[in-house]
């Protein structure tokens, strides 16, 4: 599964969001805000971001960690 949290074209990762919980995360490739999935009251929150429909992953780039 591509989690678009490890991609070089996701404008905010899940643990930059931490800091600016106000911040959506967009891919920088098609310009679009992607999301989590939905989760169901109770359960716990998904880190998953899931690519968009236009990309499907297809452009995932997984950035070099540092």
Sequence with gaps: MTNC???VHISLTEEEQVTNKY???RCNEFYIQIRHKPVEKGQAKDNTIYPCKICRGSKFK???EV
């Design 5 to 7: 949290n490890e991609c």
């Design 23 to 25: 911040a959506t995360h």
């Design 62 to 64: 997984k950035r070099e």
